[in-house]
């Protein structure tokens, strides 16, 4: 039990980083859902993708000497922008290619098409990366290395401070934009009821674009900060993890944008906590290779108890 | 409008698709069209796409290079030699369906794989069938050749080895009094985190901690930071390099002074690139040590650099080793069936036979079961975060 205090801070720490990753990733999920009710099972793609992306652009400023001259805090922002525009623009294509044909399609169907462009993203850039790069294993350099000491128990890498801080600022700006604009109205409505709204004159194929490049953009961001916080990166990257943030959506309830925040940061926290204090708590018969199955058993007690989720309102039916 | 363009799209699509498969039919028929009685065709089965498809390709290289400077001499006794590579992309359901493929094809007479444990096992079930020979470079598992299968065959060292060697490494060497076990759950690297786990308590050291984490995962935080507060004297990692090196970044980011040995999956390049100067002071032990220490060895690496304009991997020396033995078999195997083409067992049985023959990574003698009685296992260390890393012992590892 004392060891378990010793680690507490550190894990919940570690947790928080990981959620909030988790989070930014979860709201790609849940805006989509929200206005198409389709789960865009390419959005982990689009998570590696803005991971190449801001990666490349690291790596370009590295090789070029840009790096050093620099403030790191510039660098990160240049990444980010490469990797949000990139990957917000993979967004709307993605929707135009691959949903929007299928939109009065059997829901089933463009699930199938999501799967199909996960596949043909993964390959696509593991292809560009090896005729370019000769491996498709990427190692983003670590532009914020020092660490912040609060007590011995307690150490904070400053690159987990940075996606932290900027995690933050992106999900109170998605929110603002949401409720406070004229487009994060028009995303509500046709959230609410596309037909009824297209009747009010708001342009739904832009709106459902917009989500779109919203989502992507943000899964984008999420990438870059997630390989400057863990540093490699390969094409599959986005697999796990993009099951995990969709978990965290369906945790928070899918289709609340202060849902898959918080069931990001919670799933995070409860993976770490687990991770570390299985093997504790129940005394080394169960280790850190059950943390899953413990963040997913919380998962489904939620479910039990609230069966839309967290944040989620209850709906007629879902897939 | 809109949907006469779209329909445009869509025929173009169709047209270019059509086009590859064409292309691919043009190129099957030119391979299976002449089933010749002469012909041989000689597989490679490693994952050549997905996440461990740069061991895989590497693997294959090293095969492809002895099959080519050996081609000709087998082509002088009257055959034509095609090198089939294949992808089993590191899955067992996909291993076995190639493995089916491959002995439907009368031709094949040998096959330089698997790369993975777990994919070889099943996979060379479905050869036995037909007793079509199987030389693994790279499994290390026991069950590849405990099953005692007349047609499977490695050229390296086991795990119940390596497992063992790690600990006592750990207890001897470094005089170790506790030690931290991790493991990515697969058969491999729990399998050889169990032995070393064994080992341990033998050799006195305190298991402080044995626990998994996930491949394809990049925070393994949460196991480390138990690391950070039991403060082991040894981390050992069962299990491959995109895990190992992210932990050994992460462990000294946290300032874990831990000593770090992992297993063979731990050789690659690709571990200095990721840990960075982390890498600094960590050992693994593996059945090949860095190929270009001894002049034969470099000019091996000279000649697979010049060949295919990239430098090998250790492993790709395996593939080189077992495609050779795979060769010198073939070779055998006509002679004895009087200039003929042999069979799948004939195949097998002259290269369970092949004895004292030099490889790149040891001199190969089979036992009964299909080990290689010359196989060796190499403890590296990095002195600098360069590959290939000095190697600080080497011992024998047939038992």
Redesign the interface.
């Known amino acids: 039990m004392e060891?378990f205090l010793?680690?507490l801070p550190?894990?919940l720490w570690?947790?928080l980083t990981?959620g909030v990753v988790y989070a930014i990733v979860a709201l790609g999920y849940t805006m989509v859902y929200g206005v198409l009710e389709l789960i865009n099972f390419a959005h982990s793609e689009i998570f590696m993708v803005g991971a190449f992306a801001g990666t490349e652009v690291l790596l370009y400023l590295q090789t070029y000497g840009y790096l050093t001259g620099i403030p790191a805090p510039v660098a990160l922002i240049m990444a980010l922008f490469v990797a949000m525009l990139l990957s917000g623009g993979l967004g709307v294509l993605m929707e135009r290619i691959a949903y929007r044909?299928l939109r009065n399609a059997p829901r089933l169907v463009p699930l199938i098409s999501a799967i199909g462009v996960s596949f043909f993203l993964q390959?696509a850039v593991?292809l560009i990366e090896g005729l370019w790069k000769?491996?498709?294993?990427l190692?983003a350099p670590?532009i914020f290395p020092a660490?912040i000491e609060i007590s011995t128990n307690l150490?904070l890498?400053v690159k987990s401070l940075v996606v932290m801080i900027s995690a933050v600022i992106m999900m109170v700006g998605l929110q603002m934009f949401v409720t406070r604009t004229k487009w994060g109205k028009a995303i509500r409505a046709v959230a609410q009821d596309r037909d009824t709204s297209s009747l009010m004159s708001i342009n739904v194929n832009r709106v459902i674009s917009l989500t779109f490049f919203i989502g992507a953009a943000l899964g984008g961001a999420a990438g870059t900060l997630?390989a400057c916080q863990?540093?490699?990166i390969?094409p599959?990257?986005g697999?796990?993890?993009g099951i995990k943030a969709f978990t965290a959506a369906v945790l928070g309830g899918i289709g609340s944008i202060p849902g898959a925040m918080a069931g990001g940061i919670l799933l995070g926290i409860l993976?770490?906590?687990?991770?570390?204090g299985l093997?504790?708590a129940t005394n080394?018969a169960m280790?850190?290779?059950y943390?899953?199955v413990f963040a997913f058993v919380i998962l489904i007690a939620v479910l039990i108890l609230k069966p839309s989720g967290l944040f989620g309102e209850e709906t007629g039916d879902k897939v | 409008m809109l949907r006469r363009k779209?329909k445009v799209l869509v025929s173009v699509l169709l047209l270019v698709f059509s086009f590859s498969m064409l292309g691919g039919c043009a190129s099957k028929a030119k391979t299976t069209g002449d089933s010749a009685a002469n012909k041989i065709k000689i597989a490679s089965v490693t994952p050549l796409?997905?996440?461990q498809?740069?061991l895989g390709e590497q693997i294959k290289l090293g095969a492809q290079m002895a099959f080519d400077e050996q081609k000709a001499e087998v082509e002088k006794l009257g055959f034509t030699l095609e090198f089939a590579p294949q992808d089993d992309q590191a899955d067992p359901k996909v291993g076995v369906a190639v493995a089916q493929k491959l002995l439907a094809d009368t031709d094949v007479l040998a096959v330089d794989g698997h790369f993975n444990s777990g994919v070889a096992i099943p996979s060379s079930e479905i050869y036995a069938k037909d007793n079509l020979c199987m030389v693994s470079p790279a499994n290390t598992a026991v069950g590849i050749t405990d099953r005692k299968l007349p047609n499977v065959n490695r050229i390296c060292a086991r795990d119940d080895v390596q497992g063992p060697l790690g600990a006592d490494f750990a207890a001897k060497d470094l005089g170790a009094k506790t030690i931290f076990i991790v493991h990515d759950?697969t058969t491999y690297g729990q399998a050889i985190a169990d032995e070393v786990k064994k080992q341990a308590t033998v050799d006195g050291m305190q298991v402080a901690?044995?626990?998994?984490?996930?491949p394809?995962?990049?925070?393994f935080?949460?196991?480390l930071?138990?690391v950070?507060?039991?403060k082991p004297d040894v981390v050992y990692f069962g299990g491959i390099y995109?895990e190992g090196?992210?932990l050994i970044?992460q462990m000294s980011?946290?300032?874990i002074k831990a000593k770090f040995i992992g297993p063979d999956g731990m050789d690659d390049p690709?571990e200095v690139?990721?840990a960075?100067a982390a890498v600094i002071g960590t050992y693994y032990t593996s059945p090949a040590a860095d190929i270009s220490r001894t002049p034969a060895g470099k000019a091996w690496v000279d000649s697979f650099t010049a060949k295919f304009g990239?430098a090998p991997s250790n492993w790709s020396a395996y593939g080189y080793d077992a495609m050779n033995v795979i060769m010198e078999g073939i070779k055998k195997a006509i002679v004895a069936n009087g200039g003929k083409k042999p069979s799948r067992l004939q195949v097998s049985t002259a290269v369970r036979a092949v004895s004292g023959l030099q490889g790149i990574t040891s001199t190969i003698s089979f036992d009964d079961k299909g080990d290689n009685k010359g196989a060796k296992l190499y403890v590296a260390q990095f002195k600098e975060a360069k590959y290939p890393p000095a190697v600080v012992k080497e011992v024998n590892a047939f038992k």
């Not at chain 1, 993976?271 to 570390?276: F, H, L, N, T, Y």
């Not at chain 2, 901690?209 to 996930?214: P, R, S």
């Not at chain 2, 394809?216 to 925070?219: A, K």
Request: aromatic share 8%; with cysteine; hydrophobic share 30%.
């Open positions: 060891q010793q680690l550190q894990c570690d947790g990981l044909p390959d593991r000769n491996a498709f294993y190692t670590s660490s150490k890498p997630f863990y540093s490699l390969n599959y990257v697999f796990i993890l993976e770490s906590v687990g991770a570390a093997g504790i080394g280790g850190a290779e943390k899953d | 779209s796409s997905g996440a498809a740069a759950k901690g044995y626990e998994g984490i996930t394809g995962e990049s925070d935080s949460g196991v930071n138990k950070a507060v039991v995109p090196s992210l970044k980011d946290k300032g690709e690139k990721i960075g990239k």
